[in-house]
Protein backbone atom coordinates (compact mmCIF):
# COMPACT_ATOMS: atom_id res chain seq x y z
CA UNK A 1 0.00 0.00 0.00
CA UNK A 2 1.24 3.65 -1.07
CA UNK A 3 0.49 6.13 1.45
CA UNK A 4 0.00 9.79 0.79
CA UNK A 5 -0.44 13.19 3.02
CA UNK A 6 -3.67 14.06 3.28
CA UNK A 7 -3.59 18.00 5.01
CA UNK A 8 -7.25 19.27 6.23
CA UNK A 9 -7.75 22.82 8.34
CA UNK A 10 -10.27 22.48 11.29
CA UNK A 11 -11.31 24.45 14.60
CA UNK A 12 -8.54 23.86 17.08
CA UNK A 13 -11.09 22.88 20.08
CA UNK A 14 -12.93 20.56 17.54
CA UNK A 15 -9.57 18.70 17.20
CA UNK A 16 -8.80 18.70 20.59
CA UNK A 17 -12.54 17.03 21.60
CA UNK A 18 -12.01 14.17 18.54
CA UNK A 19 -8.23 13.25 20.15
CA UNK A 20 -10.04 13.32 23.01
CA UNK A 21 -12.57 10.79 22.31
CA UNK A 22 -10.39 9.39 19.86
CA UNK A 23 -7.81 8.64 22.27
CA UNK A 24 -10.40 7.08 24.76
CA UNK A 25 -11.35 4.55 22.10
CA UNK A 26 -6.98 3.69 21.45
CA UNK A 27 -6.89 5.14 18.27
CA UNK A 28 -5.36 8.29 16.87
CA UNK A 29 -5.87 11.08 14.51
CA UNK A 30 -5.17 8.97 11.11
CA UNK A 31 -6.21 5.96 12.21
CA UNK A 32 -9.80 7.71 12.77
CA UNK A 33 -9.58 9.50 9.27
CA UNK A 34 -9.04 6.56 7.48
CA UNK A 35 -11.65 4.82 9.53
CA UNK A 36 -13.44 7.36 7.98
CA UNK A 37 -12.21 7.37 4.63
CA UNK A 38 -12.85 3.41 4.19
CA UNK A 39 -16.44 3.96 5.84
CA UNK A 40 -17.12 6.40 2.96
CA UNK A 41 -15.45 4.36 0.17
CA UNK A 42 -18.10 1.40 1.56
CA UNK A 43 -21.09 3.20 1.82
CA UNK A 44 -20.38 5.34 -1.50
CA UNK A 45 -21.15 8.37 0.72
CA UNK A 46 -20.59 9.75 3.63
CA UNK A 47 -21.10 7.00 6.51
CA UNK A 48 -23.75 8.50 8.36
CA UNK A 49 -26.79 10.60 7.81
CA UNK A 50 -26.28 14.57 6.83
CA UNK A 51 -29.33 16.74 7.31
CA UNK A 52 -31.08 20.12 8.20
CA UNK A 53 -32.00 20.09 11.81
CA UNK A 54 -35.48 20.40 11.53
CA UNK A 55 -37.01 22.45 14.97
CA UNK A 56 -39.69 20.49 16.94
CA UNK A 57 -42.85 21.83 17.20
CA UNK A 58 -42.54 24.10 20.48
CA UNK A 59 -39.46 25.67 18.66
CA UNK A 60 -41.27 26.11 14.94
CA UNK A 61 -44.15 27.82 16.99
CA UNK A 62 -42.03 30.27 18.92
CA UNK A 63 -40.14 30.87 15.09
CA UNK A 64 -43.42 31.91 13.85
CA UNK A 65 -44.95 33.88 16.54
CA UNK A 66 -41.83 35.96 16.74
CA UNK A 67 -41.71 36.34 13.01
CA UNK A 68 -45.81 36.91 13.36
CA UNK A 69 -44.91 40.05 16.19
CA UNK A 70 -41.62 41.24 13.93
CA UNK A 71 -44.09 41.52 10.66
CA UNK A 72 -47.43 42.45 11.92
CA UNK A 73 -47.63 45.46 14.06
CA UNK A 74 -51.09 44.18 15.51
CA UNK A 75 -49.55 41.43 16.73
CA UNK A 76 -49.32 40.69 20.29
CA UNK A 77 -46.40 41.44 22.04
CA UNK A 78 -44.56 41.31 25.23
CA UNK A 79 -43.15 44.17 26.69
CA UNK A 80 -41.38 42.54 29.77
CA UNK A 81 -39.42 39.60 30.74
CA UNK A 82 -41.80 39.22 33.24
CA UNK A 83 -44.91 39.57 30.46
CA UNK A 84 -42.65 36.96 28.50
CA UNK A 85 -41.97 34.29 31.78
CA UNK A 86 -45.78 34.78 32.25
CA UNK A 87 -46.85 33.33 28.46
CA UNK A 88 -44.13 30.62 28.79
CA UNK A 89 -45.40 29.12 32.18
CA UNK A 90 -41.57 29.89 33.81
Known amino acids: ?19 RIFDALGLNMTT ?20 LSVPNETTASAIKEGRTMAYDNSAKGYSSMSDLRAALDV
Not at 1 to 19: F, G
Not at 32 to 51: D, H, M, T
Open 32 to 51: AVNIFLRQAIRENGIPFEVK
Open 1 to 19: MESTNLNIRTDKNVKAEAE
